[in-house]
């Protein structure tokens, strides 16, 4: 496991993101695992959550022109990914969408650099992947291309059918879907450790019950 993928699932515990117990979902399984991406709500940990994003899209290697960031969770996000990847020399031009269109001054519903080229969509995690069609569009509508999706956790869960809502997502527009972790990475961490035995064996109980390859 790639040393930020350690240090990210180490950041996620410390700030009480990623948490391990029995947490019921909202398809109403009981999950052993639970992570809130919206407890990185202060300027340090946004921060360092747009550096991890960053060594993420870096690692991946896609080629992309600019960032987007679907509203209202992607706004943040993109904006600090853009941030930790000009930091690390990357400069990338980026924008996100207002829900409703804007009639006066600049008008229309993109703030931000226009849609270009290569996009790639940035979101938290992917549960029925309504916000990537409608980024999708967005995006095809301007004559740009979606070239990926970027999450911080893949939970490699089936959904209503035997895909996850990543696979579906990647099937459906053509575009491959990166993470900052996934839940084998969380598996593999809980091995290391080797003092969470009772969380490692709910974990493979519930992937060998809900999973996917």
Do not use: W
Request: charged fraction near 20%.
């Amino acid at each position: 496991m790639p040393d930020f993928k350690q240090a990210f699932i180490e950041f996620a515990i410390e700030r009480n993101v990623l948490r391990f117990g029995e947490f019921k979902t909202k398809s109403g399984r009981l999950s052993p695992y639970f992570f809130n991406a919206g407890l990185f709500n202060d300027g340090n940990s946004l921060h360092k959550l747009g550096q991890f994003y960053a060594q993420a899209i870096l690692a991946a290697q896609l080629p992309l022109d600019m960032l987007f960031g679907p509203a209202y969770k992607g706004i943040p996000l993109v904006s600090a990914i853009a941030i930790a990847l000009a930091e690390m020399g990357h400069n990338y031009a980026f924008c996100f969408n207002r829900k409703e269109i804007k009639d006066h001054g600049e008008g229309g519903n993109i703030i931000g650099a226009p849609l270009a080229g290569q996009v790639l969509i940035v979101d938290d995690v992917i549960t029925a992947g309504t916000s990537v069609q409608e980024s999708v569009d967005l995006i095809r509508t301007a004559s740009a291309t979606p070239c990926g999706v970027v999450v911080a956790l893949d939970r490699m869960e089936r959904g209503r059918h035997e895909k996850s809502a990543i696979q579906d997502v990647e099937q459906m527009h053509h575009i491959p879907v990166i993470s900052i972790i996934n839940l084998d990475n969380i598996m593999d961490y809980l091995v290391a450790r080797g003092d969470m035995a009772p969380d490692l064996l709910a974990i493979k109980r519930y992937r060998a019950q809900y999973g996917v390859a």
